[in-house]
Every structure is written in C-alpha cells, then in structure tokens.
C-alpha cells in the first residue's frame, strides 16, 4: 500500500517534531545532550561556525534557545539597510544577528511554522530594541504556500 503524507500530514508532523524539540531541548538536528550554556555556545561555534564574539553580543536566553544546524549569515554579504527574511528563524539568534548588520535602517524578519517556537523567541528576546528591526508575523509560514 502507498503510504504518502499529505502537505497538511507533513506540516503538522514537522510541526510535532519541533514542538517536541523546543519543549525537550533537543536540536532539530540531533539530539541535545548539552547542559550548560558554555557547552552551547562551543556547540554553536565550533560545530555550527558561528564566531564567539557576535554570540557575546547576544541575550544568552537566545543563544540558549538556539537549535540552528549551521550558521546562514557566515557567507550572506548581508549590508546596513536590507530587508533579510528568515525562514525557518526558530529561537531568532540568525534574526539577531542580522539586525545587528542591516542596521537601524533595515528590517529583519523571522518567520516559523511552529508556535511553540515563535513563543520561544519571543521570550528569549525581550529587548525592544531588536524587536524594531526584528518582526515575527504569526503563522506566516503558512501563508508562504
């Protein structure tokens, strides 16, 4: 018998396996056995290429909550005043960090189909000054299709 998921079959599947990982602390990549926010953060860095000093500059609530499986913004050339659209933005350290390169007079946003993400964001980043640049529209990934 063919067994297919449907889009919708699919979506929500994906949508358990994140749920599940953000409420566990497992990456969505791999399972998480890391414990202390030094072990992320040399996760992050040493297996993830992000570079230890725009992680200083991060909440560590963020950095935390990171569940990335690489670093998108190592090679992007984002510049001061573009618009950059996360897809897939989870707990928003990629968000972060390219609102620290676009600048006051660019826009960053975050888009993620799960709602136990967003609301991970959303906690992990509580500096009104990020959320300027930094928008999440709820259920926008969705919307995509």
């Known amino acids: 018998m063919d067994r297919q998921l449907t889009n919708i079959q699919m979506k929500e599947a994906v949508q358990r396996g994140y749920t599940q990982a953000v ?11 890391l414990v202390t926010l030094e072990q992320k953060k040399a996760k992050l860095t040493h ?11 991060l909440p560590e609530a963020a950095v935390a909550s990171a569940f990335g499986c690489g670093n998108p913004l190592a090679f ?3 510049q001061p005043g573009q618009v950059v659209l996360d897809i897939g ?8 960090l390219a609102a620290q390169k676009v600048g006051p007079t660019g826009c960053v946003i975050g888009l993620d189909m799960t709602p136990a993400m967003l609301a991970r964001a ?5 500096r009104p000054d990020c959320w300027q640049r930094v928008e999440r529209p709820p259920d926008s990934v969705q919307a995509l299709n």
Request: with cysteine.
């Open 23 to 33: 409420q566990g602390g497992a990456s969505c990549c791999a399972p998480s056995t």
């Open 47 to 57: 297996v993830l290429g992000y570079a230890a000093e725009d992680l200083e500059k």
């Open 76 to 78: 992007s050339g984002v």
């Open 89 to 96: 933005s989870g707990a928003g350290i990629d968000c972060l």
């Open 122 to 126: 959303v906690r992990a980043i509580p």
